[in-house]
């Protein structure tokens, strides 16, 4: 006895098989030439995709095209990256490995002597140490002040917006024009010394001085960019819910331990990134350098980068001036990585 097809609903008639591959695709064909329509091939061809058949594969199916559109737009990034940050490195290190008079005209290769001037650099101790001193100054003083008026200006109270607007401000000024106001005001005769000889004190020659040198250069670089963490903090801190001061307070909870264990952890990853571009922001300092000590008095305030400068274009050793480029890299890239792995130990949320 023969099996019987299931019968339609509507004709009553038995129905035929599910028909898939080529018979698909020609009867899709056919059923287009039999209504007359114009675009027969073409339904054909979206028939023949849709079943996958054996009469052929279609090249630019809908999943290459998305990836086409996907590449293009990423490639604009991946050509900077390309040009200006992996070509630049590589460049860096391979004139690293050379002496490079440019006055001269010379170019030799030197291999690793440049690595060994670097070990048996007398300045270089003094140096580190001072970029150290500079960059721990500096992260404890924009990341302290920058959480502490962020805690101010996130109350209800008048007159927020304008002092949000007065500590942002110098964010968006130029660096060299703000170095250079801030070097007229702390010169021995200075605005800074004027206004102290009025309240009676004499001020010190604070540009000048070995003891105030490099606190003078920390503070006019925390007070050029506290604004942008501020920002970020009180981003942060609006993102927290005021249920659970609610219910802590409740609970009896006084406002310096709500503080230690609601708003600290749950602004944890800002103050991750805060910390990570504060870091690496301190260790590219040049132009406050440049501008307000050069350098001095003797070394005080001589950093990496500045002594980079020096090194390659003030006493035109560029291939030991590519050195330090590629010990400033390794540093940035360790201190970095460091703090991404302690995440895990302190940031809130991360497994």
């Not at 609903?9 to 129905?15: L, M, W």
């Not at 940035?332 to 792995?341: C, E, K, P, S, Y």
Request: glycine content about 10%; overall charge positive.
């Amino acid at each position: 006895m023969a099996a019987s097809h299931p019968r339609s609903a509507v004709t009553g008639r038995a129905d035929a098989r599910p028909v898939t591959g080529d018979r698909a695709t020609r009867r899709a064909a056919e059923g287009t030439e039999a209504e007359g329509l114009p675009h027969g091939p073409r339904r054909a061809r979206r028939a023949r995709e849709v079943s996958g058949g054996g009469g052929g594969q279609v090249f630019w199916t809908t999943r290459r095209r998305d990836n086409l559109v996907g590449y293009l737009l990423v490639a604009p990034q991946l050509l900077g990256s390309l040009l200006f940050v992996l070509l630049p490195l590589g460049l860096v290190l391979w004139y690293s490995l050379h002496e490079w008079n440019v006055l001269a005209g010379t170019f030799e290769f030197v291999g690793g002597e440049n690595y060994d001037r670097l070990l048996a650099d007398a300045n270089l101790r003094e140096v580190l140490a001072g970029t150290a001193l500079f960059s721990a100054g500096l992260v404890v003083l924009n990341l302290g002040l920058a959480l502490l008026l962020a805690i101010l200006l996130n109350q209800r109270l008048r007159g927020t917006t304008f002092f949000r607007t007065l500590f942002f401000s110098p964010v968006v000024v130029s660096l060299v024009a703000w170095t250079i106001v801030w070097q007229f005001l702390l010169q021995d005769d200075g605005g800074l010394n004027g206004l102290l000889a009025v309240a009676g004190a004499d001020g010190p020659n604070w540009l000048r001085g070995e003891g105030t040198a490099m606190l003078s250069v920390i503070v006019v670089q925390v007070l050029k960019n506290v604004g942008l963490n501020m920002v970020l903090f009180l981003a942060a801190l609006q993102g927290v819910p005021a249920q659970l001061y609610e219910a802590a307070e409740l609970d009896g909870a006084g406002a310096w331990t709500r503080f230690l264990r609601i708003t600290v952890p749950l602004i944890s990853p800002t103050i991750l990134l805060t910390s990570i571009i504060t870091v690496v922001g301190s260790l590219q300092v040049f132009a406050q350098i440049a501008v307000l000590t050069q350098g001095g008095p003797g070394m005080s305030t001589t950093v990496l980068v500045y002594y980079l400068y020096q090194q390659a274009f003030q006493f035109h050793h560029f291939g030991y001036g590519a050195t330090l480029s590629v010990l400033l890299f390794v540093i940035v890239a360790l201190l970095t990585v460091v703090q991404w792995r302690m995440r895990r130990r302190w940031v809130f949320n991360e497994t």
